[in-house]
Nanobody, 123 residues
Framework: QVQLVESGGGLVQAGGSLRLSCAAS????????MGWFRQAPGKEREFVAA????????AYADSVRGRFTISRDNTKDTLYLQMNSLKPEDTAVYYC????????????????WGQGTQVTVSS
């Protein structure tokens, strides 16, 4: 089992920044590819960003590429999402997740999920 706990969400004005963190515990952090997803009210959960198990390669949804940066600190078992130039359409609950795959953008390929943290961007 892997336990994931997100933090760092909040209310921010459009154009502002937030940094989300995801603390992992349980099984070895470096055994898992990690990802961030988000879910807005009435919408399906969608892929935001992913980072590979060890080499740190990253992938992003087109909607956030160039504005968001995913990173991981394997010494602290922590995943991050730096979000800049936030837009009202970024408003959602953000989830971190772990997959036994090298990396993935598919919701159904992630085995472990955090409880989510709310991000609200006002216009």
């Amino acid at each position: 089992q892997v336990q994931l706990v997100e933090s760092g969400g909040g209310l921010v004005q459009a154009g502002g920044s937030l940094r989300l963190s995801c603390a992992a515990s349980g099984r070895t952090f470096t055994n898992y590819g990690m990802g961030w997803f988000r879910q807005a009210p009435g919408k399906e959960r969608e892929f935001v960003a992913a980072i590979t198990i060890r080499d740190g390669s990253t992938a992003y949804a087109d909607s956030v590429r160039g504005r968001f940066t995913i990173s991981r600190d394997n010494t602290k078992d922590t995943l991050y999402l730096q979000m800049n130039s936030l837009k009202p359409e970024d408003t959602a609950v953000y989830y971190c997740a772990a997959t036994p795959r090298f990396w993935s953008s598919r919701v159904d390929e992630y085995n472990y999920w955090g409880q989510g943290t709310q991000v609200t961007v006002s216009s």
